[in-house]
Antibody
Framework: QITLKESGPTLVKPTQTLTLTCTFSEFSLSTGGVGVGWIRQPPGKALEWLGIFYWSDDKRYSPSLRSRLTITKDTSKNQVVLTMTNMDPVDTGTYYC????????????WGQGTPVTVAS | DIQMTQSPSSVSASVGDRVTITCQAS??????LAWYQQKPGKAPKLLIYAASSLQSGVPSRFSGNGSGTDFTLTISSLQPEDFATYYCQQANSFPITFGQGTRLEIK
């Protein structure tokens, strides 16, 4: 059974850097067409796409957050890591990792999400 | 960026009703559209992709239609488990964008 699970701190201070890890099973980022994306959701608000990392090492980021985001992979550990710098209270929300459906930009498998609060 | 606008923002309906939610893209996205269902405290669930393709395991009472800029999600006969928030998402180009959501409530 394919699973994804996010992990990381639940509380970060303003200006700090957030690092979240997505650990997945039963698929590999070495396989052609495979990717892992990140999506977040502020409390009571809509989903916002952050970025995606593909098997080819191609990466795409949200233009509005590009300067603050880095997505990397550790193929041996089946992990994708999201780093977001200069955190602000508006970045508070639930962060999800998700796998695209085939080589398309729909997300058919999602992690459970991890809550992140930015506060001093 | 392609903007996705859903309507209505919320709708009240009864079990057994037929409900249609619309999503409009700010530019032509062909059929590159998905619909998701999200329940409180849970991750979104993919219902429809490519505007009208039913994701595996999703009940057939869910259907999607449209192309270009105008799309619909229809639930033919509401079941108690269908009360949730629904999001559309365009997959035509980066950045991927979502609609603001439609909350489906019990009347």
């Amino acid at each position: 059974q394919i699973t994804l699970k996010e992990s990381g701190p639940t509380l970060v201070k303003p200006t700090q850097t957030l690092t979240l890890t997505c650990t997945f099973s039963e698929f590999s980022l070495s396989t052609g067409g495979v990717g892992v994306g990140w999506i977040r959701q502020p409390p009571g608000k809509a989903l916002e796409w952050l970025g995606i990392f593909y098997w080819s090492d191609d990466k795409r980021y949200s233009p509005s957050l590009r300067s603050r985001l880095t997505i990397t992979k550790d193929t041996s550990k089946n992990q994708v890591v999201l780093t977001m710098t200069n955190m602000d209270p508006v970045d508070t929300g639930t962060y999800y990792c998700a796998r695209p459906l085939g080589n398309r930009r729909y997300f058919d498998l999602w992690g459970q999400g991890t809550p992140v609060t930015v506060a001093s | 960026d392609i903007q996705m606008t859903q309507s209505p923002s919320s709708v009240s309906a009864s079990v057994g009703d037929r409900v249609t939610i619309t999503c409009q893209a700010s530019q032509d996205i062909s059929s590159w559209l998905a619909w998701y269902q999200q329940k409180p405290g849970k991750a979104p669930k993919l219902l429809i992709y490519a505007a009208s393709s039913l994701q595996s395991g999703v009940p057939s009472r869910f259907s999607g239609n449209g192309s270009g800029t105008d799309f619909t999600l229809t639930i033919s006969s509401l079941q108690p488990e269908d009360f949730a928030t629904y999001y559309c998402q365009q997959a035509n180009s980066f950045p991927i964008t979502f609609g603001q959501g439609t909350r489906l409530e019990i009347k």
